[in-house]
């Protein structure tokens, strides 16, 4: 009886025994299972941010793709539009009629014009032509812009003070020779707030005027003489012109452009260098409340002298744009407009409607971001 207790307890040690073995390998596999899980979850996440970065990867490049698409097509659309921008409509049909000038009335009445005063011949309006093939003279004139400057050399613009100021700097870009249906269309597809320019209409171009009427702002390019210039603007203004006969082109113009505001100088380094000269004609635009900007085609300009004598503010040309007509120049000159517009609070620059001009504002729209964008009445 004795031994048969004895080999109880030790039965019971032994399942127990088991029992603890069996729990220990049930921890271990659910241990490892557990482990395994983790792993297999790490890696399944590891794969899932691998494939999501991937797609976002392709989602990016497809973007990045059809920006790039969308950028070419917009500066084809640009180039586009530009093709014929280097080009101008040549002479109009039989029938349309150039803008006569007005004939001087005899040296005795000269001393006081008046607002009174006829023209002796009004400017005729001209009728609207039918755009004929481009002739190869015309588009001549479009390849250099440098013919508005007397020299080599680009005249400096005054100096200036530093202004510190938490506004905006502000930033004006005048066209100046818009004249054509090709220049005004370049001009708007920018969709930017800038100046156009017209020249007075002409024999070879009659309709500068019905296109500046269009426009809610514009300005008139006034052709004045320049030191050297062979294509010279009909009726240009020249230094022995007299009180009475600049007063009648004036007076002209504000009949072709009713509601000009701003005038700037086409060519014009020798006009705008004779003192006698522009005291005529500055004294004649404020008599019709026009301000004369001066595109500085001259480091002689006596603009700044004879605003002040008659209290008026001066407005002069910062930057030319495309003296030189690459378009990296192009560039470089538009930024140099945006950092004087920052160190003064504001900056003109002029350019013309080339081709290389309007690609390279059209690419300067993010520099622009900088500066306020205005007309020259916005300054």
Known sequence: MSRRKKSAPKKQSNILTYIAWILVFIV??????????????????????KKESSKEQKRLS???????????KDELSVNNRLKEVLKKESKPVDGAEEIKP????????ETKPTKESKLSEEAKPVKESKTAEVSEEAAKEYEDASHEV???????PPKREIVKSSARPKLAIIIDDVSVQSHVSAIKGLHLPITMSFLPPSKSRPNSHTLAAKEEFYMVHLPMEA????????????????????????VELKTLFPRVGYINNH???KFTANEPAMDKLISTLKSQNITFVDSRTTGNSKASKVSKKYGLNYIGRDVFLDHQMDKPYILSQIKKAIEIAKTHGSAIAIGHPHANTILAINESKKLFADVELVLVEGL
């Open 150 to 156: 007397d020299g080599a050399v680009l005249p400096k």
């Open 102 to 109: 007005a004939q001087e009335s005899k040296p005795a009445k």
């Open 62 to 72: 497809v973007v990045k793709k059809l920006e790039d698409e969308s950028a070419k």
């Open 227 to 250: 030191q050297s210039f062979k294509a010279e603007e009909p009726l240009t203004l020249k230094i022995d012109d007299s009180q009475l006969k600049i007063s009648q082109r004036i």
């Open 28 to 49: 271990v596999i659910m241990g490892s299972v557990a482990v395994g899980y983790y792993l297999g979850y790490e890696n399944a996440k590891k794969d899932a941010l």
């Open 267 to 269: 060519t014009g380094s």
